[in-house]
């Protein structure tokens, strides 16, 4: 049975490295904070002794616990109890429009570093991609599918890795890797067939491209990518999870 969704105004934000970050960014307008005596006491210490000066309830622990699993559901979350006792419930930050990306955005500066994901549904896979692109210093990472949602799981994996690379979500990937392409952006497409990374000439700018473990770059994406490159193994395991394989891509890239 198909559920149809409803999309809110805010989004709903776990862990302490995500709440922080959060917080601290000027594009989210408005906050409301729900925590424990142990949790608010964490966010105290993260913001150098003092609370922000934000929408704050205070409640005891079984309180918070039944509060945040209505928040879920509304949000149409499924709950799971919350040890950190924290939950901020803050508006969204405007998504990128793939179209005013290209019309306006790409030409706003010299170079970008972009990060790619293919046919990749997990959510804690993107969740881990997206910390490892905000401390390689990425400008964007782009995801593909509908049911793509930034639930309170993600951000928690992301560890605020959220509030400081943009997310794009394209229909199609392969038309978005062809755009990138003909933009004279170098593609680093990874695949288990292609050259040895270390082959891929150095430049301030690229797109690197990562697959699903177990389907990889799908066809068409190949299609428009040209040369492959792949991480060559040093053992008897051949492949590495999405999230590691983009790490270790970008230590090799990245100059």
């Known amino acids: 049975m198909k559920i149809n969704r409803v999309e809110k105004d805010t989004q709903l934000i776990i862990g302490i490295h995500s709440i922080t970050a959060a917080l601290k960014n000027a594009k989210r307008k408005s906050h409301t904070l729900m925590g424990t005596d142990k949790g608010l006491e964490s966010l105290r210490k993260a913001f150098g002794g003092k609370l922000p000066q934000i929408d704050i309830q205070k409640l005891e622990n ?5 509060s945040a699993e209505r928040l879920y559901k509304e949000h149409q979350f499924e709950f799971k109890r919350i040890p950190s006792g ?3 419930d803050s508006s969204k930050v405007d998504p990128l429009d793939e179209e005013v990306f290209f019309r306006e955005t790409i030409a706003s500066q010299g170079t970008w570093k972009i990060v790619c994901l293919d046919q990749v549904t997990d959510v804690h896979n993107c969740a881990a991609v997206m910390r490892t692109s905000a401390f390689f210093d990425i400008d964007l990472v782009v995801v593909t599918g509908k049911n793509f949602r930034l639930s309170p799981g993600f ?3 992301s ?3 959220a509030e400081f690379v943009p997310i794009l979500n394209t229909n199609s990937l392969s038309k978005f890797v062809k755009k990138i392409k003909k933009a004279g952006i170098p593609l680093v497409p990874l695949d288990e067939t292609g050259d040895d990374i270390s082959t891929f000439e150095s430049s301030d700018s690229f797109c ?3 697959g699903q473990e177990d389907l990889g770059l799908s066809n068409a994406v190949k299609f428009n990518c ?3 490159y792949k991480l060559n193994s040093f053992g008897p395991i051949e492949t590495l999870n999405v999230s590691i ?3 270790v891509a970008l230590t090799k890239i990245r100059k």
């Open 86 to 88: 924290l939950l901020l």
């Open 245 to 247: 394989a983009t790490s």
């Open 155 to 157: 951000f928690r994996v």
């Open 208 to 210: 690197l491209i990562s």
């Open 62 to 66: 079984h309180k918070f616990q039944e």
């Open 159 to 161: 560890s605020g890795g």
């Open 226 to 228: 040209g040369k492959l």
